[in-house]
Nanobody
Framework: QVRLQESGGGLVQAGASLRLSCQVS????????RGWFRQRPPKERELLAA????????YYPDSLQDRFTISRDDVKGTVDLQMNNLEPDDTATYYC????????????????WGQGTQVTVLS
């Protein structure tokens, strides 16, 4: 059974940092790319970061201004998102994702999604 379980969300003050983690299990070994997305209603889900199989390629949208960093540990089966200098506008539900290729994750079409974890940033 495929499972992507996010953790690390919560309530923080503006300027704080949070580290989200996603425990991945049950995936076919060909599903190699990972990513993090978020959704701020009523907006559509948006890509925050994507990482390739070996971690040698990463992608971030320009709008993040280097505040977020994605990393993976395939021994532990985790993919993390370090978020720094959080702003109230970062309040959202954050989702972990897995895809066959980093291109599919970047395109917003990963094969698998987690259930999401809520992050709330107070001003």
């Amino acid at each position: 059974q495929v499972r992507l379980q996010e953790s690390g969300g919560g309530l923080v003050q503006a300027g704080a940092s949070l580290r989200l983690s996603c425990q991945v299990s049950g995936l076919n070994r060909n599903v190699r790319a990972r990513g993090w997305f978020r959704q701020r209603p009523p907006k559509e889900r948006e890509l925050l970061a994507a990482i390739s199989w070996l971690g040698d390629a990463t992608y971030y949208p320009d709008s993040l201004q280097d505040r977020f960093t994605i990393s993976r540990d395939d021994v532990k089966g985790t993919v993390d998102l370090q978020m720094n200098n959080l702003e109230p506008d970062d309040t959202a539900t954050y989702y972990c994702a897995a895809g066959l290729f980093i291109e599919s994750v970047r395109a917003g079409r990963p094969e698998y999604w987690g259930q999401g974890t809520q992050v709330t940033v107070l001003s």
